[in-house]
């Protein structure tokens, strides 16, 4: 079978792209980070949401709005998953002309929004 894009190849159609469920998943993140951003006193005009590559997004973004530093969430992985998926953290060590802060997720609390007592003593 020949691949897409190949020589002589017809091109694969697209997916047909549903704009409201890409609308929706914009403001569930948004709504997201509000809250977030909120519970630890980040001011409106440093939010930055944007979508795309992650570290290429949060590159831009950085170029962008002169940023000196980026906070990114990290998950705990094994060295196998790491070797396998690599570390977004990483990826935007890498991509950005600034410094990282690394967050461990799990010290920012759970779903329902409750800052465990690390978490409160990082804002305070």
């Known amino acids: ?14 997916p047909r792209v549903d704009v409201k469920l890409i609308d ?13 951003a909120s519970r630890f006193g980040v001011d409106e005009q440093h939010r930055h949401l944007s979508i795309g590559d992650t570290a290429n997004a ?4 950085v ?19 790491r070797w396998l998926v690599g570390s977004t953290a990483e ?3 890498e991509a950005v ?5 690394v967050v461990k997720l799990e010290a920012l609390g759970d779903a329902r ?10 804002k305070e």
């Open 91 to 93: 990826e935007v060590f």
């Open 58 to 61: 949060i590159a831009d973004t």
């Open 113 to 122: 929004g409750e800052a465990p007592e690390k978490a409160k003593a990082i």
């Open 24 to 36: 929706a998943v914009r403001d569930m993140h948004r709504s997201r980070l509000d809250e977030i």
């Open 1 to 14: 079978l020949p691949l897409a894009g190949g020589a002589g190849a017809a091109a694969a159609p697209l």
């Open 97 to 101: 002309d600034c410094d990282v802060f």
């Open 63 to 81: 170029e962008e709005h002169d940023i000196n530093i980026a906070i990114v969430g990290a998950v705990g992985r094994n060295w196998l998953q």
